[in-house]
């Protein structure tokens, strides 16, 4: 089970800082949106030099100009790119062949997925990586629940969970065992993001 660390809603310099102290604690490293936003590709291939060792996955959401997208963001050095489930087929489809190309990965986002038919179509379309998510506006209303595991049952996916996930939902998590575990605020907005993270990793293995 792999430890993702989500950068959002931080500035470059917090980037930076939570990273010194806890890339060697996680596996992946992922840029947020809203930082890609805010400072686009420079900090992710800044981020690329920093860590070499460090999967790193950018959080495009990408939901249209898949081929481009796709293309951008491995050729700043991203290992995963992330798509929305709801975007058109072509888009999906545009996205997994530059990965396939590249020899890169796309995640699917599946926030706001809830029907076990477009789960079928975006096995069929050749997506092995799918992300249950519970977004941040989300948060203010329902946090995450096990029971998003039923979307992906009896399906072939690797699958990663996100949203707001912190130290004491781990262990029913785990359980389900999902590939990849990505956590933002818990570790970025910890008052120790080093002891916070080496915790996650800790309960993980
Ligand atoms: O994709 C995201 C927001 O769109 C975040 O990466 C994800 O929600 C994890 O952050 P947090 O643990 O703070 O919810």
Do not use: W
């Not at 809203?34 to 420079?42: L, N, T």
């Not at 249209?64 to 293309?71: I, L, S, T």
């Amino acid at each position: 089970m792999k430890l993702q660390l989500a950068l959002d809603r931080l500035t470059k310099e917090e980037c930076l800082q939570v990273l010194a102290h806890t890339h060697q604690m996680v596996d992946i490293i992922e840029i947020g949106t809203g930082i890609i936003k805010e400072y686009g590709m420079s900090l992710v291939r800044k981020i690329r030099d920093l860590y070499p060792h460090n999967i790193l996955l950018i959080d495009m959401k990408t939901c249209d100009a898949g081929k481009h997208e796709a293309k951008q963001a491995f050729a700043a050095g991203a290992d995963i790119t992330t798509a929305m489930g709801f975007s058109s087929n072509q888009t999906i489809i545009d996205m997994l062949e530059v990965a396939k190309k590249e020899n890169k990965q796309v995640l699917v986002d599946l926030l706001g997925i809830n029907s076990d038919k477009r789960m079928n179509e975006l096995q069929d379309l050749g997506v092995n990586l799918v992300g249950l998510h519970v977004g941040k506006d989300e948060q203010k209303e329902t946090s995450f629940s096990t029971e998003l595991f039923s979307l992906v049952k009896g399906l072939e996916f690797n699958v990663a969970v996100a949203g707001g996930i912190n130290l004491t939902m781990v262990p029913e998590i785990k359980k389900y065992q999902p590939d990849i575990i990505i956590v933002g605020s818990a570790i970025t907005k910890a008052e120790n993001p080093d002891k916070t993270a080496k915790l996650f990793k800790s309960i993980l293995q």
